[in-house]
């Protein structure tokens, strides 16, 4: 990936965040809720969509374009907001960007890891992340970091309709209910007091989740902590826009799509809890 920013970071460039579809939205929704100063440029691949089927090489190919693409906007920090290309692509894009890049791996593990009473914590993601173990080795370091005095047990299991469902709109369908009872069963009999929503896209679903599961298990959307990852690097990295005089701007919200914009708009106003009113489609075989 060609290293397009400069060696200075203005703290008034946007931060960008990408995904592979609509579910980085979620992100994206609590980043504008904590950080009212910050500018955003947005990139779902729906195109492409979804990742998880996809090859390890695909899906490094995939992200590594989308980071192109937000580098060519100018961003000061990549997040990516997709549990896929977190699992395969991150620390490649950490190697060869000049810009902090954050994942959302980490700060759900670590969330999993504080809320849970019995150490039997549960997974559920797109097949290529369960595949990877990323999340199994992301839980045990986290325990070895928090709690040293709990065993953890972690339990996955692979839920590949439940991207096609939230990109729907499907949320609280019947089918989903359905398709949940059958994907989540297993979980169930293990003993999982904490599910790990493995997928930015499944805190769409979370209603026909948290039925199927009992209000007994603990459901963690790693939104809230992503958002407080990037909190803490733009602080650390001196690249926070404050809102000062200094950082005068102003602030904007760009969408950029790899598919349908009408469709983008439609359903991305709903993931993000507020009109879209511009997208924009951009040809992201161009970034290579």
Same mark, same amino acid.
């Given at each position: 990936?060609?290293?397009?920013?400069?060696?200075?970071?203005?703290?008034?460039?946007?931060?960008?965040?990408?995904?592979?579809?609509?579910?980085?939205?979620?992100?994206?929704?609590?980043?504008?809720?904590?950080?009212?100063?910050?500018?955003?440029?947005?990139?779902?691949?729906?195109?492409?969509?979804?990742?998880?089927?996809?090859?390890?090489?695909?899906?490094?190919?995939?992200?590594?374009?989308?980071?192109?693409?937000?580098?060519?906007?100018?961003?000061?920090?990549?997040?990516?907001?997709?549990?896929?290309?977190?699992?395969?692509?991150?620390?490649?894009?950490?190697?060869?960007?000049?810009?902090?890049?954050?994942?959302?791996?980490?700060?759900?593990?670590?969330?999993?890891?504080?809320?849970?009473?019995?150490?039997?914590?549960?997974?559920?993601?797109?097949?290529?992340?369960?595949?990877?173990?990323?999340?199994?080795?992301?839980?045990?370091?986290?325990?070895?970091?928090?709690?040293?005095?709990?065993?953890? %047990?972690? $339990?996955? #299991?692979?839920?590949?309709? =439940?991207? *096609?469902?939230?990109? @729907?709109?499907?949320?609280?369908?019947? !089918?989903?209910?359905?398709?949940?009872?059958?994907?989540?069963?297993?979980?169930?009999?293990?003993?999982?007091?904490?599910?790990?929503?493995?997928?930015?896209?499944?805190?769409?679903?979370?209603?026909?989740?948290?039925?199927?599961?009992?209000?007994?298990?603990?459901?963690?959307?790693?939104?809230?902590?992503?958002?407080?990852?990037?909190?803490?690097?733009?602080?650390?990295?001196?690249?926070?826009?404050?809102?000062?005089?200094?950082?005068?701007?102003?602030?904007?919200?760009?969408?950029?799509?790899?598919?349908?914009? %009408?469709? $983008?708009? #439609?359903?991305?106003?709903? =993931?993000? *809890?507020?009109?879209? @009113?511009?997208?924009?489609?951009?040809? !992201?075989?161009?970034?290579?």
């Amino acid at each position: 990936m060609s290293k397009v920013i400069a060696e200075s970071i203005d703290r008034a460039d946007p931060i960008g965040v990408f995904d592979s579809g609509l579910g980085g939205l979620t992100v994206l929704k609590e980043m504008l809720l904590r950080l009212p100063n910050e500018s955003t440029v947005y990139f779902g691949d729906s195109g492409r969509s979804p990742y998880g089927t996809k090859s390890r090489e695909t899906i490094i190919h995939f992200a590594e374009q989308d980071a192109e693409f937000l580098l060519s906007k100018g961003v000061k920090m990549i997040v990516i907001a997709c549990n896929t290309a977190s699992s395969f692509a991150y620390e490649h894009l950490k190697t060869m960007s000049r810009v902090p890049v954050v994942e959302v791996i980490t700060p759900g593990a670590m969330a999993a890891v504080r809320a849970t009473r019995n150490g039997k914590i549960g997974v559920i993601g797109t097949l290529a992340t369960v595949s990877s173990n990323v999340y199994d080795r992301a839980l045990n370091d986290s325990a070895r970091a928090l709690r040293p005095d709990m065993e953890i %047990e972690v $339990f996955s #299991a692979a839920c590949p309709l =439940f991207v *096609g469902l939230a990109e @729907e709109g499907w949320w609280d369908d019947e !089918i989903t209910h359905l398709t949940a009872r059958r994907y989540l069963d297993p979980l169930i009999s293990s003993g999982v007091d904490t599910l790990v929503l493995g997928c930015t896209h499944y805190p769409l679903l979370k209603n026909a989740i948290s039925e199927v599961m009992g209000k007994k298990v603990k459901l963690i959307d790693s939104a809230g902590e992503v958002v407080s990852k990037v909190i803490e690097t733009l602080e650390s990295s001196g690249i926070a826009n404050t809102g000062d005089e200094s950082d005068a701007q102003t602030v904007f919200h760009e969408f950029f799509t790899s598919d349908s914009e %009408e469709k $983008f708009k #439609a359903l991305g106003s709903s =993931f993000l *809890g507020k009109e879209i @009113e511009n997208a924009r489609k951009t040809d !992201i075989e161009r970034f290579n």
